[in-house]
């Protein structure tokens, strides 16, 4: 095998790929032999409590402080350090080369030394997250860490310091975010496809609206409808889409845009503030507006899910207004179509436009005036065009 010297003096491109590799296994070896090193030193620096002396908790916070590394990395190799003693197989395959520091980190969880020997093969063939997932399953967790994860568990939010982004932060024991996950993976696969063929929107964006539906949901099936009532304030011009309208203002929230506003005033559990140019209330309340739990009950038999063409989604969907109720439009079946999250930003957000008929048909059309059909084109508008 070619010297790690000689391939330093050579360069890298002088010599051949086999001498290449070789002298890549060749520094492997080193970087394991100086990585069990340093693992070994572990016990010893906690039996003396050497780290105290560095402002650090205890001997995980020092390593992850000196070394640069995750606290939960810091956490492992030092367990490690505590068990490759006892494990002289797996100690000789991390200075070998033959296992890296993150196999045998995971190895030592279970390993024993009546199992080691067969584990090493077993191991070069799988991959370090295998290894993991086999010791997550084959230790068992001590009580204290199930408590340390509940008690840690947290959720908070607030607006970004322009107030156009809402952010969101959360911790949760592994089980209740499997949870989580599952529940949101299912609404979000659910959602129905964008009308313009591609999805513009990636996984992440579907889930976030698939969590702003969850919460919509809960709140429209609120008992309490004064404290899971949304407030916004807006002026009479912003309702009404009138040109340079100003934007609204969530209480106890963000500023919001006008078309935002007039989609909101298409939700069941909403007080709308209509305020003057003093920002005294012209009028409060929305009862010439609410859509009853009757009418409700009845747009639901009626239209069966939501109105747009293909889709069909019978949860979290609205009661929208065909003519907007800012602009004069009446709450009454006629004048309701059911729509779901998505479909109803469509109308509100992006410019889309429906329009109802007496035989009970919608027609909608896309911001440029085109009416939208689902699905190929006819025959005959084939042959037409």
């Known amino acids: 095998m070619l010297e790690i010297s000689e391939t330093a003096q050579r360069g890298a491109a002088a010599v051949s790929d086999v001498e290449l590799a070789a002298g890549a296994d060749a520094l492997w070896a080193i970087v394991g032999r100086a990585q069990g090193a340093l693992l070994a030193l572990f016990p010893e620096i906690d039996r003396r409590e050497a780290w105290r002396a560095d402002g650090a908790q205890d001997l995980p916070h020092w390593v992850s402080m000196r070394f640069g590394i995750s606290a939960w990395k810091a956490s492992r190799w030092v367990a490690a350090g505590d068990t490759l003693a006892s494990l002289p197989r797996v100690s000789e395959a991390l200075s070998s080369g033959a296992l890296g520091l993150d196999k045998v980190v995971e190895l030592t969880r279970f390993a024993t030394p009546e199992t080691e020997s067969e584990l090493i093969p077993w191991a070069r063939e799988r991959s370090s997250g295998a290894i993991r997932r086999r010791a997550d399953l084959e230790r068992r967790r001590e ?66 609206d698939a969590l702003s539906m969850l919460c919509s949901g809960a709140i429209a099936s609120d008992p309490d409808p004064d404290r899971a009532t949304l407030v916004v304030h807006t002026r009479l011009e912003t309702l009404l889409g009138e040109p340079g309208a100003p934007n609204a203002e969530i209480e106890d929230g963000p500023v919001i845009a006008p078309e935002t506003a007039r ?83 469509l109308v509100h957000e992006h410019g889309w436009r429906l329009s109802t008929h007496a035989d009970g048909t919608v027609s909608w059309f896309r911001p440029n005036g085109e009416r939208y059909g689902v699905g190929p084109a006819p025959p005959e508008a084939a042959r037409l065009a």
């Open 143 to 208: 009580r204290h860490e199930v408590v340390a994860a509940e008690r840690d568990r947290f959720l908070r939010w607030g607006y970004s310091d322009d107030g156009t982004r809402f952010e969101l932060e959360a911790e949760l024991p592994a089980d209740q975010g499997a949870i989580v996950a599952k529940a949101l993976t299912r609404l979000s696969d659910a959602m129905p496809e964008h009308p313009d063929g591609d999805d513009p929107y990636p996984a992440e964006a579907r889930r976030a």
């Open 263 to 345: 989609r909101l005033a298409c939700d069941a559990r909403l007080q709308v503030v209509v305020e003057g140019d003093a920002g005294n209330p012209l009028s409060l309340g929305r009862l010439t507006r609410t859509v009853s739990p009757a009418m409700v009950r009845a747009l639901r038999q009626r239209d069966r899910g939501c109105r747009f063409p293909g889709c069909g989604r019978r949860r979290f969907t609205n009661a929208h207004h065909v003519e907007w109720w800012s602009r004069g439009g009446g709450t009454d079946l006629d004048n309701l179509v059911l729509l779901c999250g998505f479909h109803h930003r």
